[in-house]
């Protein structure tokens, strides 16, 4: 599976060109020389035409410039341009790599996402997002990590806001080595739509109405429906990611909260993936939050897991989290009390006041110092602390299967128990304590519980958004070969 630290990708060996210089030198008037010559030119040639086609299909953006960011239409035009301009689509035999057919990233309509994150002032009420969706949604380089974390890892860490999935998916999909510009070769579509953004635009506005929280979803359904290639299939080889849970999809009355996107008819059969879903519900697929986690090779996973795997651990466990005090029988306060009791084997992180959001190494310190980290559902079932305790090799309680085992089936290990421990909720409430169970494991059980944790890391992350990360499927990998297998299997005939 995963590259480990012992045996690091091997490095792309270079000919020994101070050896060769002379013999190539001397056989100058040698025709054979010409000949490989100009073999190497053409190569060279190739080389630079076919990368020309992904990274000029490459988007960014910077929030604050005043040109417009996120210009898609004519930076895809170009990319269909250099395309069509090509002769060498046979060389580049591309159907071999993606057996399971190609993506076509529709251009939508500014207004549905660079829009969006051109006025990111307004998304948020109380603070600005703009920062946060910078860097291709990975948001601020996280350097307070630095005196953390290995020097010559700071560069793959960033303050990720958890609501950046659409972002990170559009950026990733544009660079994706199975997209293809023509449609009529596409097995799937990819809707870049930033539903989530749209109304969390609104969600906390007093005087948002329900038509306001459904606008952006109602008129890119309308559209989308236009597309002929969706008249193809009727949306069944459509798909969709989503950057919020999916009850703030799921309104049913007119007053209550959240947008009806995922109730309007026009979603019925797209594939949506979400940061937390229903599990009854077919059309929604669970992948993991983003963290603040962007390697960008396997060296850079290996070298984490290194560092992870033998850090030193001083507390048994920890609960980092906000309580909701005005929950009556809030199971938060009640896990809050607890690690207060024991505290000399449990570490509080209170995040309270967003200490925990704002930059400081504060919540990945306590991670990386406990055997165990206690996941209690949040405000849903799931939450980014799963992640975030888990890239930091720590091991995961749980007290709600909806929490992970339910959720992102497709990013962990089949069998919870061999990275994670769950608690019955209800003991805990009735008294009995966390610190016996997890004291009741042994250094090795502890351990080997533990490895697995570190062996999945690559899974839960989201890599640099150029190819992803060399030679490792991180969570956007996984999460769209997934789609692209169901997609295929149920081929043309999938029926309600
Ligand atoms: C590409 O690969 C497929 C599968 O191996 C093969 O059938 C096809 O002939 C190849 N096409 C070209 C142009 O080489
Ligand atoms: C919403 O309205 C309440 C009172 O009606 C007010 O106290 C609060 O500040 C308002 N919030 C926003 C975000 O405008
Ligand atoms: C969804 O697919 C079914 C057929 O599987 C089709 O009858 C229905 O019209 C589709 N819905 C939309 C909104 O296209
Ligand atoms: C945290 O937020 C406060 C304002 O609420 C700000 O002054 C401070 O600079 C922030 N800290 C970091 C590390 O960004
Ligand atoms: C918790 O206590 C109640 C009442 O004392 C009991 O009925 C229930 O079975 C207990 N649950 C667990 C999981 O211990
Ligand atoms: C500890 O483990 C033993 C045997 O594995 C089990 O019988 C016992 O109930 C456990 N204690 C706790 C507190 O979980």
């Not at 020309?52 to 604050?64: M, N, Q």
């Not at 077919?282 to 070298?303: C, K, L, M, R």
């Not at 929950?327 to 992180?349: A, M």
């Amino acid at each position: 599976m995963l590259p480990n630290s012992n045996n690091p990708p091997s490095k792309p060996k270079y000919p020994d060109f101070s050896d060769r210089k002379n013999s190539f030198l001397l056989s100058f008037h040698n025709p054979r020389t010409w000949l490989i010559l100009i073999l190497l030119l053409f190569q060279i040639l190739l080389l630079f035409t076919l990368r020309s086609r992904p990274f000029s299909a490459y988007i960014t953006f910077h929030p604050h410039s005043s040109s417009p960011p996120l210009s898609l239409p004519t930076e895809s035009s170009a990319a269909v341009h250099a395309d069509s301009s090509s002769t060498i689509t046979q060389v580049d035999n591309v159907t071999d790599l993606c057996p399971l057919g190609k993506i076509y990233v529709y251009d939508l309509p500014l207004f549905f996402n660079a829009e969006l994150i051109q006025n990111c002032n307004e998304l948020n009420p109380w603070i600005s997002p703009c920062e946060a969706l910078s860097n291709d949604g990975f948001g601020r380089e996280a350097t307070a990590l630095s005196n953390l974390i290995p020097e010559s890892l700071i560069r793959s860490w960033y303050w990720t806001d958890q609501f950046s999935l659409e972002l990170i998916y559009h950026n990733r999909m544009l660079n994706y080595r199975c997209r293809t510009l023509e449609p009529e070769l596409a097995a799937t579509f990819y809707i870049p739509f930033y539903a989530g953004l749209a109304v969390g635009k609104y969600l906390f506005k007093n005087a948002s109405s329900a038509k306001d929280r459904d606008l952006h979803c109602e008129l890119l359904l309308n559209w989308v429906q236009n597309q002929i290639y969706w008249k193809r299939t009727d949306g069944w080889d459509h798909f969709i990611s989503m950057g919020r849970i999916s009850w703030d999809f799921r309104r049913s009355k007119d007053e209550d909260w959240g947008s009806s996107c995922i109730y309007m008819p026009g979603m019925r059969n797209i594939t949506r993936l979400l940061i937390e879903k229903n599990p009854w519900d077919y059309f929604d697929i669970g992948v993991p939050y983003p963290t603040g986690f962007h390697p960008s090779t396997a060296d850079d996973i290996a070298q984490w897991q290194n560092f992870v795997r033998h850090r030193e651990r001083k507390t048994l466990f920890c609960f980092a989290g906000a309580t909701r005090g005005f929950i009556k029988n809030d199971f938060r306060s009640l896990l809050l009390n607890h690690c207060y009791s024991e505290s000399d084997s449990c570490r509080v992180l209170d995040c309270a006041c967003s200490k925990c959001s704002n930059g400081t190494s504060e919540i990945m310190e306590t991670f990386l110092d406990s055997d165990f980290c206690l996941q209690p559902r949040g405000d849903s079932f799931t939450r980014r602390s799963i992640f975030d305790c888990m890239v930091a090799g720590s091991i995961p309680v749980f007290f709600w299967k909806r929490t992970a085992y339910y959720q992102f089936e497709w990013f962990l290990p089949g069998e919870p128990e061999s990275y994670s421990v769950f608690i019955d909720r209800y003991a805990v409430k009735n008294g009995s304590s966390i610190k016996a169970v997890l004291q009741n494991f042994s250094k090795e059980e502890v351990k080997s519980m533990r490895e697995k944790v570190v062996e999945n890391i690559a899974k839960i992350v989201y890599g640099k958004p150029n190819d992803g990360i060399n030679g490792v499927k991180d969570a956007f990998d996984i999460a769209v070969e997934g789609v692209l297998k169901r997609i295929k299997k149920h081929g043309g005939d999938y029926k309600w």
